[in-house]
């Protein structure tokens, strides 16, 4: 399991981190203004960076010196089995990846290579699991199905991506908009992104009534076969839901989780195999859960804009932006994004299981500030949106 740091050991890492050069480094001088911010308001963890896998494989992202300044790593997104080895050779804090299955595979044949090698077997033991959108890579993400199959497959943590309807539900989904790539419309009319519907302007009753999001896209061993999913079946009956392919939300991920543990410990599921190892794992099972917000101003285009160092009218020139990504955001805004999820995190007591990740800071400055027992993790990606306007001030790297 990764390693929760506590904001009392910093002071010293963080002196390690300076010693080192932060100043040459954007993520490593990221983190750490980070750090100084969450402590000033009093939070109980270190906030922990969560980089794309690329730029740890590069070098951009030193691990060594990330950790000794105290910071986890934990890179997003890992699907194929060498580039999980690659990774659990540079040691990362955890592990995002579509693929909980084959995780869970390269680390057990890891543990079995480092039989009788007890500081290589004390990290693998620590290391964090984490099933991205629950398991996409197995069935349609972000639905009960996925995160069944993540808990099945014994991640960890559960990654996922909200937004907020209008009844303020932290709606689970990882576009503003329901993707027609991904969800149908229940009565059969057609849907496409023509007549997408956004997050913020759906109730979670209407999302949950008007869309099944099974269909499938995402390589051949996706599925949406519900005989593989039976806690689903069994929780969505419960919580009569019309689908356990409906959208869900964060409440109610919490209640299913708790569900998935009883069925294996004392339900229908308790004479199975494997119904011990299921029990514990959703018992301990973490919560990684994401903002799906940009910063104000941008747009998907803008992003990509700043990520190749280009200005938006040369894409545009360029013709290598669709009219789709040139919108700006279309959700609510950073503060109301932060109190609803944050507000389901504290009435479901999870501050200690729940995690808030972001690409846009403000929503985690925001956590710092108003929920300091709520770890924060710093999605990044091109080290060049770390100098852009898209890095709030405070935090923005120096030419």
């Not at 002071?11 to 932060?22: H, P, R, T, Y």
């Not at 480092?114 to 398991?135: N, P």
């Not at 390589?219 to 019309?242: I, R, Y």
């Not at 013709?319 to 609510?332: D, S, Y």
């Amino acid at each position: 399991m990764l390693r929760r740091v506590a904001m009392a050991g910093l002071a010293m890492s963080a002196a390690v981190g300076m010693a080192q050069g932060a100043g040459k480094d954007p993520f490593l001088a990221l983190m750490q203004k980070a750090a100084a911010q969450a402590k000033s308001h009093g939070g109980r963890f270190v906030p922990a960076l969560s980089p794309a896998y690329q730029t740890v494989l590069s070098g951009a992202v030193d691990v060594k010196a990330m950790q000794a300044a105290g910071f986890a790593v934990v890179p997003w997104t890992a699907d194929d089995a060498g580039t999980i080895k690659k990774l659990l050779a540079l040691h990362v804090d955890g592990i995002i990846s579509d693929r909980p299955d084959m995780l869970a595979a390269v680390v057990k044949e890891a543990r079995a290579a480092a039989a009788g090698d007890a500081a290589e077997m004390a990290y693998l033991e620590r290391l964090d699991l984490q099933g991205h959108r629950g398991g996409r890579g197995l069935r349609p993400e972000n639905t009960l199905p996925a995160f069944e199959a993540g808990l099945d497959n014994g991640i960890t943590t559960i990654e996922t991506d909200t937004g907020v309807t209008t009844d303020h539900q932290s709606l689970i989904w990882h576009d503003q908009f329901l993707n027609p790539q991904s969800c149908r419309r229940a009565d059969g009319k057609p849907y496409t992104l023509e007549n997408r519907v956004y997050t913020k302007d759906i109730s979670l009753a209407e999302a949950q009534k008007t869309f099944i999001c099974d269909k499938l896209h995402f390589g051949k061993e996706q599925t949406n076969d519900l005989k593989l999913s039976p806690v689903a079946v069994a929780f969505a009956e419960q919580e009569k839901m019309p689908s356990p392919y409906a959208p869900t939300h964060v409440a109610q991920l919490f209640r299913f989780v708790a569900f998935y543990e009883k069925w294996y410990e004392s339900g229908a599921g308790k004479s199975r195999p494997e119904a011990a190892v299921r029990a514990r794992t959703a018992k301990l099972v973490h919560f990684n859960l994401e903002t799906k917000i940009l910063p104000e101003g941008y747009s998907e285009a803008r992003v990509q804009a700043d990520t190749q160092g280009v200005s938006l009218d040369a894409l545009k020139a360029a013709g290598k932006v669709t009219e789709e990504a040139l919108a700006e955001g279309h959700t609510v805004g950073a503060e109301a994004f932060v109190d609803t999820l944050c507000g389901f995190i504290r009435e479901y007591k999870m501050e200690d299981r729940a995690d808030v990740q972001s690409f846009d800071y403000r929503t985690l400055l925001l956590v710092q500030e108003k929920f300091p027992k709520v770890r924060t993790y710093y999605l990044t990606s091109s080290p060049r949106l770390l100098f852009t306007e898209f890095t709030p001030a405070s935090l923005r790297a120096k030419q």
